[in-house]
T-cell receptor
């Protein structure tokens, strides 16, 4: 049973560039949530996708956008990168959008902005 | 919004001892409280969770307690082993917005 997978594992970009990160959910899951984890901190909720729509969003600017495909996989896009966007980006999948559904995390994509 | 505080930030115990990590949350509407273990270079791994209609849950050496009145919940690890060394995160969920604590770095000395 494949767990949550993310690509790439590492990425280096420069300020002002744009980046796309990818996530495939755990088999049988249809909901994908994205989190940003700065060094030494807990993950922060960016947004959640279900049925190809953004269902809930955390306190992140519009530079952060996403997409979910019919096969439930998802992309996170970040435009106009800032140094402060350097972090581990985590994808978590779950089944449905009921409150309190268990979320399973992928290994993350480590983004470094220079 | 929800605010989750976690203590201590670091914890060092001798192998075989117990470890306790405590979290408090601010929003009484939170109804789901998972705990995650994160090893270096990996994503968080769910180790146990509890919902607001339950006061305590146990899974082998791991237990979680929830006090809704005081708005705090705790993780208890008994008979600790070196492989328990990792960063542990608590979280509280309102809807699908899950807020995490800042983490506790647990070191188990052999």
């Amino acid at each position: 049973d494949a767990g949550v997978t993310q690509s790439p594992t590492h990425l280096i970009k420069t300020r002002g560039q744009q980046v796309t990160l990818r996530c495939s959910p755990k088999s049988g899951h249809d909901t994908v949530s994205w989190y940003q984890q700065a060094l030494g901190q807990g993950p922060q909720f960016i947004f959640q996708y279900y049925e190809e729509e953004e269902r809930q969003r955390g306190n992140f600017p519009d530079r952060f956008s996403g997409h979910q495909f019919p096969n439930y996989s998802s992309e996170l896009n970040v435009n106009a990168l800032l140094l402060g966007d350097s972090a581990l980006y985590l994808c978590a999948s779950s089944l449905g959008v009921r409150a309190g559904e268990t979320q399973y995390f992928g290994p993350g994509t480590r983004l470094l902005v220079l | 919004g929800e605010n989750v505080e976690q203590h201590p930030s670091t914890l060092s115990v001798q192998e075989g001892d117990s470890a306790v990590i405590k979290c408090t949350y601010s929003d009484s509407a939170s109804n789901y409280f998972p705990w995650y273990k994160q090893e270096l270079g990996k994503g968080p791994q769910l180790i146990i969770d509890i919902r607001s209609n339950v006061g305590e849950k146990k899974d082998q050496r791991i237990a979680v307690t929830l006090n809704k009145t005081a708005k705090h919940f705790s993780l208890h690890i008994t008979e600790t082993q070196p492989e328990d060394s990792a960063v542990y995160f608590c979280a509280a969920s309102i809807g699908n917005d899950m807020r995490f604590g800042a983490g506790t770095r647990l070191t188990v000395k052999p």
